[in-house]
């Protein structure tokens, strides 16, 4: 919904009346950046990167069923198991 261009145009409207326009929330991510708190730093920063795109998507990865299944297969078996005795005395 966010991509017709009536929704972005209503939305861009509702920003400005509210003092929010692009120019101020470049200012305020400025003031982010160059705060002496380096989370607020890292954190405007990372906001910048998304802003102009030039931070790469993460990437996930996941593990197939296969994966684990080999991984296992991978794994050391030993011969005997292992008994603990627990009989008191």
């Given at each position: 919904m966010a991509k017709e261009e009536d929704v972005n145009l209503a939305?861009?409207?509702?920003?400005?009346?509210?003092?929010?326009?692009?120019r101020r929330r470049a200012e305020r991510l400025a003031d982010m950046i160059n705060c002496s708190d380096l989370s607020v730093v890292?954190?405007?920063l990372e906001l910048s990167y998304k802003l102009d795109k030039s931070m790469s998507e993460q990437i996930n990865v996941g593990i197939t069923p296969d994966d684990i299944r080999a991984l296992i297969a991978s794994l050391p078996i030993p011969d005997t198991p292992e008994v603990i005795d627990i009989t008191p005395g």
């Amino acid at each position: 919904m966010a991509k017709e261009e009536d929704v972005n145009l209503a939305m861009a409207d509702l920003l400005a009346q509210v003092g929010l326009t692009k120019r101020r929330r470049a200012e305020r991510l400025a003031d982010m950046i160059n705060c002496s708190d380096l989370s607020v730093v890292g954190r405007g920063l990372e906001l910048s990167y998304k802003l102009d795109k030039s931070m790469s998507e993460q990437i996930n990865v996941g593990i197939t069923p296969d994966d684990i299944r080999a991984l296992i297969a991978s794994l050391p078996i030993p011969d005997t198991p292992e008994v603990i005795d627990i009989t008191p005395g």
